[in-house]
């Protein structure tokens, strides 16, 4: 992976960088670990600030790599309940938008905790993925706590659950903390930017 450095965080359409190139975002529901995933992909254990505190993530992040036109791109977590309506609202709105009109747009990574994936917000954003023709890899993070056999066993029914709605889907385990899947996630993401 080319070194990553933080280009904008931006609360509406008219503060993202110009869209062209490619760019993979990351979503899933608030503090599932989508901040952590991406630093432990990108190799820089502090880019993406990561909290216990769920709904840290409230902007859309944006994050070069390299020289070229390359982005990766951290999308504010949903679902959390602690988050006034209004905030919620204008979240949607902004989420919705950005994967609506984001032409660079070359995939999103969706992250599930492997010991409750499929809640909140996960089918609509794999309905809207399919919807918008765009490739979508889930990522079952968070490994290192589920016992080895039960990780594999939710891989294997979520990968036959999603194998005839949405074929193209790919999904695979991975823990931030331990470097499991990070590979694979890397071939992903170099896959879609041409990397
Ligand atoms: P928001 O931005 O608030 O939506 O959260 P997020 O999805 O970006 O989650 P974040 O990366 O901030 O991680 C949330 C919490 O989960 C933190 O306490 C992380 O240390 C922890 N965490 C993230 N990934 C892993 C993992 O693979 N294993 C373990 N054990 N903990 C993890
Ligand atoms: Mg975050």
Redesign the pocket.
């Known amino acids: 992976m080319p070194t990553a450095q933080f280009l904008v965080a931006a609360a509406h359409s008219r503060d993202f960088p110009t869209d062209q190139g490619g760019e993979v975002a990351f979503a ?1 529901r ?7 995933a991406l630093n432990a992909l990108l190799q820089r254990k502090k880019l993406a600030r ?3 505190t ?4 409230q902007q859309i992040i944006f994050y070069g790599l390299g020289e070229g036109e390359q982005r990766v791109v951290d999308l ?2 949903y679902g959390y309940a602690k988050v006034p309506a209004a905030v919620k609202e204008q979240w949607g709105r902004l989420l919705e938008g950005y994967l609506h009109d984001r032409e660079s747009l070359a995939g999103l990574v969706l992250i599930m905790d492997v010991r409750r994936p499929m809640r909140d917000f996960d089918r609509q954003l794999l309905e809207w993925a399919d919807y918008f023709d765009l490739p979508l890899h889930v990522l079952l ?2 490994a ?2 589920a016992k080895k056999n039960e990780a594999r066993r939710t891989l294997e029914f979520l990968r036959a659950d999603l194998a005839s709605r949405f074929p193209e889907v790919s999904v695979q385990l991975f ?3 331990k470097g499991t899947g990070v590979e694979e996630a890397r071939e992903k993401l170099g896959e879609w930017l041409g990397l």
């Open positions: 899933g608030s503090n599932v670990g989508k901040s952590s990561t909290s216990s769920p709904g840290r993530t504010p977590g993070t968070k290192d706590k823990s931030a903390l």
